[in-house]
């Protein structure tokens, strides 16, 4: 009962609690009040309203319109209600976790997808330097071999002709023994630069040049190509040494790749070393043509080449550009300058 009713009645809360119907309301009786409730006690109507009059306890009354509800009726309803909320609740969550299941699944295949693709170029990307490194092997080798060879007839030429002295014999031997020891200090040289390493260091980037050059130099004087920079450049990175070295060879390779479609006369690689408040910047320029336009935006996609086939992979400047991204958190960028391609590494500081 709420106090605006009491008031109309005039009783206090704590008299109202001992009243029953038939005390406040006129005329009504049990036999009356009764007939009234059937319908709700025996199930056929829900709720019902009926005409009536409340005494005050003043003694006067008045007319008021009662409404009559069945609460058992009601919390049945009610409970019916939140069963079918409950069920339809029940099966959302279980289609949610059917779908996130599924879904977490899906993300899960492609995720081993992804590693396995990733897993699969990191091998190509080794198999394709080991190659490069045969290559260069073979650039190195090719000098000595032929000077021992040489050195090897003319001491049977010699033998033939019984004019072959003791001096001869050892100068040979000597000359054979210094050259081997030359090929087998390319073997280590080039093992230990295509060793990983795990820890950052601080490294000048003219003795990267050095050491690329020292590999690659007979490779590029044999096509008429000369890498030129700075040799006195005081521009010292701190990070992962071999990763960037193999990132320029990379460049570079490609850059020799391109001379190899032209004629022309004089063939060189400018690289130039820059050193801002924030960041490190490596410039590699070639005048071999540029990249067209209309594939400029693809060429660090993984297998995209513009080389013939069976010469190019097209993932050795998609690996550079993940060395960039994800080892020394920098980019690269790529443009068409003085009729030739210009790459940017930059490299932050931080």
Known sequence: MNKSALKNLGYHEEEYKYLSPIDIVDDMDIEKLSKILLPLIIGDENYLYAEAYQHRKNGSFYPVEVRISNQQTQLKSANETLNKRYEQELRL????????????????????????????????????????MLSMIAHQWRQPLNAISASAIGV????????????????????????????????????????????????????????????????????????????????????YRKELSHVLI?????????????????????????????????????YAGGIQIEIIDKIFNPYFTTKDQGKGTGIGLYMSKRIIEEVFNGRIEVKNINSGANFAIIIPKS
Do not use: C
């Not at 993300?107 to 699969?120: G, H, I, M």
């Not at 003795?207 to 190509?225: A, E, F, K, P, V």
């Not at 850059?255 to 924030?278: G, V």
């Open 93 to 132: 969550r279980q289609e949610l976790e059917f779908y996130k299941t599924k879904l977490e699944d899906k993300v899960e295949a492609e995720v081993q997808k992804n590693r396995e693709k990733d897993r699969l170029l990191h091998n190509q990307s080794k198999s394709v330097q080991m190659g490069e």
């Open 250 to 286: 990379n460049f570079i390779t490609n850059s020799r790749d391109a001379y190899e479609k032209m004629n022309s006369i004089e063939k060189t690689i400018d690289i130039n070393f820059y050193e801002e408040a924030d960041i490190w910047s490596i410039v590699i320029q070639d």
């Open 156 to 239: 049977s030429m010699k033998h033939d002709l019984n004019e072959l002295t003791d001096d001869e014999i050892t100068n040979h031997t000597s000359f054979v023994q210094k050259h081997t020891q030359l090929m087998s200090k390319t073997i280590t040289d080039f093992m230990d630069f295509f060793k990983p390493e795990n820890e950052k260091q601080q490294f000048n980037l003219v003795d990267i040049m050095n050491d690329i050059l020292s590999l690659m130099g007979t490779q590029l004087d044999s096509r008429g190509i000369k890498v030129q920079y700075d040799k006195k450049s005081p521009v010292i990175i701190n990070g």
